[in-house]
């Protein structure tokens, strides 16, 4: 099955300093790479999303890329601010119908004035 | 507010009584979810209902119950618990049942077991 892999697990960075987390998943056929963000005493939250077919989407300060080869997918916070601070989780599919996504295990991005 | 709501947001149970933890959507989906989040851990997907009907279960003990009386409400009733279930318990929707539509997260249960 799918297993989604990422990293850091923590990353503390300066207020406009950009900030990156990878992803790694080893279905081959997986096709949907979205991003959570859950801020402190909420659920998690979409704040982009990137499908096979391209390789790059951003919004705003969010960029997301993708690597179908490599099999690996990336998150770039660009101009950091204090309210970013959260925990942010990749996740994929898995090549089956109707099953839900496979996330990674979170990184806790700290975000500092 | 992302329209799923669960209650209670905090629950401190015995490891010999029975409680109930209940979400409701208010997105007209079609499909709901439990997940366990415990720390240093991924999120782990217990259970998924597609219009009413459990369509998964990954290997949730038995201690873990679900109940889908109708697309918008979403229960777990848990029984004889053990210290380790304690975590953050969240429900999800998706109006369909496909990994490719965005999931909607309630804001959760966060529930310890003594």
């Known amino acids: 099955g799918e297993n989604v892999e990422q990293h850091p697990s923590t990353l503390s960075v300066q207020e406009g300093d950009s900030a990156v987390i990878k992803c790694t998943y080893s279905?081959?056929?997986?096709?949907?790479f979205p991003w959570y963000k859950q801020e402190l005493g909420k659920g998690p939250q979409l704040i982009i999303d990137i499908r096979s077919n391209v390789g790059e989407k951003k919004d705003q300060r969010i960029a997301v890329t993708l690597n179908k080869t490599a099999k690996h997918f990336s998150l770039h916070i660009t101009e950091t601010q204090p309210e970013d601070s959260a925990v942010y989780f990749c996740a994929a599919t898995p090549n089956q119908a109707g099953t839900a996504l496979i996330f990674g295990k979170g990184t806790t991005l700290s975000v500092s004035s | 507010e992302t329209g799923v709501t669960q209650t209670p947001r905090h629950l401190v149970m015995g490891m010999t009584n029975k409680k109930s933890l209940k979400c409701e959507q208010h997105l007209g989906h079609n499909a709901m979810y439990w997940y366990k989040q415990s720390a240093k851990k991924p999120l782990e997907l217990m259970f998924v209902y597609n219009f009413k009907e459990q369509t998964e279960n990954n290997s949730v003990p038995s201690r873990f119950s679900p109940e889908c009386p109708n697309s918008s409400h979403l229960f777990l009733h848990l029984h004889t618990l053990q210290p380790e279930d304690s975590a953050l318990y969240l429900c999800a929707s998706s109006l369909e049942l496909e990994s490719s539509y965005e999931q909607y997260f309630g804001p959760g249960t966060r529930l310890t077991v003594t």
């Open positions: 279905d081959s056929a997986s096709n949907y």
